[in-house]
């Protein structure tokens, strides 16, 4: 039994260690889901449909989108029900599949700063909102579920600046999108469900609560940190 017990003992500070890398890397990269390098030539270079690289780059985008992952983690932090876990990654995944695919195909343009700035802000939101932050200072609760669908409409326009940018070719666009947008899916799928892992092997440890908000302020610091980048982008134009 005590092996047991003991076994888990390192999951806090891998959780923690997990959060604070998230919130570096976040912190760090103005970019964080841009695509660069040989990605970006292989897209801007694509002369009709190529159903499995973008899948391939769609999953690969979201599992290194930092801030992305740092709004989800914020999200799923202090569900414990599956079906709850389901329906606000469904709304996120709704709304930012309906503004990748309306900003790439209906060519919306938005400020990429501007966007990324707000894709900041929802990461500080969730982490102020699990904080208990709307209660304890304004005395009301703001709907989480409207919350979610909403941001993840921004987070699918940050999603859509970066496309629109390689200026792709619009012979087999609509399969290349919605293969892409498959794979940001299936990316997301996999970092969700090593978070929840992570996430509920801490929860079953004592000292849980008092390192939960430790984590959850980390949080809400990278979201305006990110903020404050993006913005200093918008003002002095820095290179994204």
Excluded: C
């Excluded at 076994?7 to 990269?29: C, D, N, Y």
């Excluded at 002369?47 to 985008?61: M, R």
């Amino acid at each position: 039994m005590k092996n047991l017990i003991s076994t888990p003992q390192g999951a806090p500070r891998a959780a923690m260690a997990t959060v604070l890398a998230l919130a570096l890397m976040a912190a760090s990269s103005a970019a964080a889901h841009g695509l660069g390098g040989k990605d970006a030539a292989f897209v801007a270079a694509t002369q009709g449909p190529d159903i499995v690289p973008f899948l391939y780059l769609g999953a690969k985008h979201m599992v290194t989108g930092y801030d992305h992952l740092l709004f989800l983690l914020g999200v799923i932090f202090f569900l414990y029900r599956m079906k709850d876990v389901a329906l606000y990654v469904t709304l996120f995944s709704v709304g930012h599949s309906l503004t990748l695919l309306a900003g790439v195909l209906g060519r919306i343009e938005m400020n990429a700063y501007l966007v990324d700035a707000i894709i900041g802000l929802s990461v500080a939101y969730k982490a102020f909102d699990n904080l208990g932050g709307f209660r304890t200072l304004f005395g009301v609760q703001p709907d989480t579920r409207a919350a979610v669908f909403g941001f993840g409409l921004i987070h699918g326009f940050g999603l859509a600046t970066k496309l629109q940018a390689l200026e792709l070719p619009e012979n087999g666009l609509l399969t290349n999108m919605l293969s892409f947008n498959v794979g940001v899916e299936i990316g997301q799928m996999i970092a969700l469900t090593l978070m929840f892992a992570l996430i509920l092997g801490w929860r079953s440890l004592p000292g849980y609560r008092r390192m939960s908000t430790a984590a959850n302020v980390v949080i809400m610091t990278a979201g305006f940190v990110l903020i404050g980048f993006q913005l200093g982008g918008l003002v002095y134009g820095a290179p994204s």
